[in-house]
C-alpha cells in the first residue's frame, strides 16, 4: 500500500525520581500512517507529538469512568468501537444519572483530517471536543478540575502522566492532549473501497457496488466528498422538525438564521455500522434514510440548494435499483480492520 509515512521525531527527557537516583526517561515516537487516497491531515502535530506513552494514556482516560460525575461513564460509553466508536443502539446519547442527551453520537474516526466537531461544530479544535461530553450535565456531568484532581490522587495516572509528558504534570491540558494521541491514531481507511482505489490485492467490485459507486457519485459527493466522505459543511437536509427536540442545529452556535437547522455532513465510513441515523437517530436503516432523501425531505426554508430538483421540489430521485445499489455500494465502505484493531479496543 503507498502511504505517507509521518514519523514524529520527538525526544522528551525528563527525570522521574527514584529514591535516591534519577532516571531518564525516553517516551517512544508513534508513527502515523496516512493513505494515499486521503486529504492532508488538520491535526498539528509539532503541538502535540505522538508518543507510545501519550496514546497509552489517552486510550486509560477514554475507558476511564473517572472523567464523570459518579466515576461510572467513559467516554467509551457512548463511543463503541465495534460500531465506529457510537452508541450503538440507542437514537440519543445517554448519560450520568439516566440522563438523555439531545443528539445521536457520532462516530470517531478519522479525526486527525476534520476542522471541527459535533453536529454542530462547537468544538474547533480536537483537544477542546472532549470538554463538551464531560461537562454536560446530561452526559458526563463533571468539570475538568474535579476529573484533574481524581486523577491526581490516582498512583496509575501519576507514573502515566510523568511518562506521557516532559513536565510530568496531571492537568486538564495533558489530559486532553493524551486524548487527542489516542483520536488522532484512529484512522479508518482499510475497508474494500480503499483497497479497491488503491489497488491492492486485487480488489474488483460486483456489478452493483459499481452501480452503486457511480449513482452515488453523480447524486451524493457534492456533499458526501473526499474519500472522507464528507465536505465538513453545515447543511439543512430538510429533515422534518422533531417537535420534542426542535434542535435548530448550528444556529444555536451563532444564532445566524442562516445556519437554522443545519447540521455538519456526516463521513459514511463505516456507515453500515453506524446506525440509527441523523442527528436525533430518527431513521434505523439505510433504506429509510434514502427513502426519505427520495420522497420525504421537506421545505422548512432553509433547505441546502443542492437539494433542488428542477419541477422546484426538495430531494434526490432514487429508484429501487439505485437505491439497492447505492447501500451496496456503502457497505463496502466498512472497514473490519478499524473495527477490530486491537490497539483501540479497552482490554
Known amino acids: 500500500m503507498k502511504k505517507i509515512l509521518i514519523t514524529v521525531i520527538f525526544i522528551q527527557l525528563f527525570l522521574v525520581s527514584c529514591s535516591k537516583d534519577e532516571d531518564a526517561y525516553i517516551p517512544r515516537p508513534l508513527t502515523l500512517e496516512l493513505p494515499s487516497n486521503f486529504p492532508d491531515i488538520v491535526y498539528n502535530l509539532e503541538n502535540n507529538p505522538l508518543t507510545q506513552e501519550g496514546f497509552e494514556l489517552g486510550k486509560a482516560l477514554f475507558y476511564e469512568g473517572k472523567l464523570s460525575a459518579n466515576d461510572a461513564i467513559p467516554c467509551a460509553f457512548c463511543h463503541e468501537q465495534a460500531f465506529a466508536f457510537t452508541h450503538h443502539g440507542h437514537t440519543l446519547s445517554h448519560g450520568v444519572n439516566g440522563g438523555i442527551g439531545f443528539r445521536n453520537s457520532t462516530p470517531i474516526q478519522n479525526m486527525a483530517f476534520q476542522k471541527e466537531?459535533?453536529?454542530?461544530?462547537?468544538?474547533?479544535?480536537?483537544?477542546?471536543?472532549?470538554?463538551?461530553?464531560?461537562?454536560?450535565?446530561?452526559?458526563?456531568?463533571?468539570?475538568?478540575?474535579?476529573?484533574?484532581?481524581?486523577?491526581?490522587?490516582?498512583?496509575?495516572?501519576?507514573?502515566?502522566?510523568?511518562?506521557?509528558?516532559?513536565?510530568?504534570?496531571?492537568?486538564?491540558?495533558?489530559?486532553?492532549?493524551?486524548?487527542?494521541?489516542?483520536?488522532?491514531?484512529?484512522?479508518?481507511?482499510?475497508?474494500?473501497?480503499?483497497?479497491?482505489?488503491?489497488?491492492?490485492?486485487?480488489?474488483?467490485?460486483?456489478?452493483?457496488?459499481?452501480?452503486?459507486?457511480?449513482?452515488?457519485?453523480?447524486?451524493?459527493?457534492?456533499?458526501?466528498?473526499?474519500?472522507?466522505?464528507?465536505?465538513?459543511?453545515?447543511?439543512?437536509?430538510?429533515?422534518?422538525?422533531?417537535?420534542?427536540?426542535?434542535?435548530?442545529?448550528?444556529?444555536?452556535?451563532?444564532?445566524?438564521?442562516?445556519?437554522?437547522?443545519?447540521?455538519?455532513?456526516?463521513?459514511?465510513?463505516?456507515?453500515?455500522?453506524?446506525f440509527p441515523y441523523m442527528h436525533d437517530g430518527r431513521f434505523a436503516t439505510l433504506e429509510a434514510v434514502l427513502d426519505f432523501y427520495n420522497s420525504g425531505v421537506v421545505d422548512n426554508g432553509n433547505v441546502d440548494a443542492s437539494l433542488l430538483r428542477p419541477d422546484n421540489t426538495y430531494g434526490i430521485t432514487l429508484n429501487a435499483y439505485e437505491k439497492e445499489s447505492i447501500i451496496a455500494f456503502l457497505k463496502i465502505l466498512t472497514d473490519n480492520e478499524f473495527l477490530n484493531d486491537e490497539r483501540f479496543a479497552e482490554y
Open 117 to 274: 466537531f459535533m453536529w454542530d461544530g462547537a468544538a474547533s479544535h480536537l483537544d477542546f471536543q472532549p470538554i463538551i461530553p464531560l461537562t454536560s450535565e446530561l452526559e458526563m456531568g463533571e468539570t475538568l478540575s474535579n476529573v484533574v484532581e481524581k486523577l491526581k490522587k490516582d498512583a496509575y495516572y501519576q507514573k502515566q502522566f510523568a511518562k506521557a509528558f516532559d513536565d510530568g504534570e496531571v492537568n486538564s491540558a495533558n489530559m486532553l492532549k493524551a486524548l487527542s494521541q489516542f483520536m488522532v491514531m484512529m484512522v479508518s481507511s482499510n475497508s474494500k473501497y480503499d483497497k479497491y482505489v488503491r489497488n491492492e490485492d486485487n480488489v474488483t467490485l460486483s456489478q452493483i457496488e459499481l452501480d452503486g459507486l457511480n449513482t452515488f457519485r453523480q447524486k451524493c459527493a457534492s456533499c458526501h466528498a473526499t474519500d472522507l466522505f464528507t465536505d465538513q459543511s453545515y447543511r439543512n437536509n430538510g429533515l422534518p422538525i422533531n417537535p420534542k427536540l426542535n434542535d435548530k442545529g448550528r444556529f444555536v452556535i451563532f444564532e445566524n438564521p442562516n445556519d437554522l437547522y443545519k447540521f455538519k455532513v456526516p463521513s459514511l465510513r463505516n456507515v453500515e455500522n453506524t
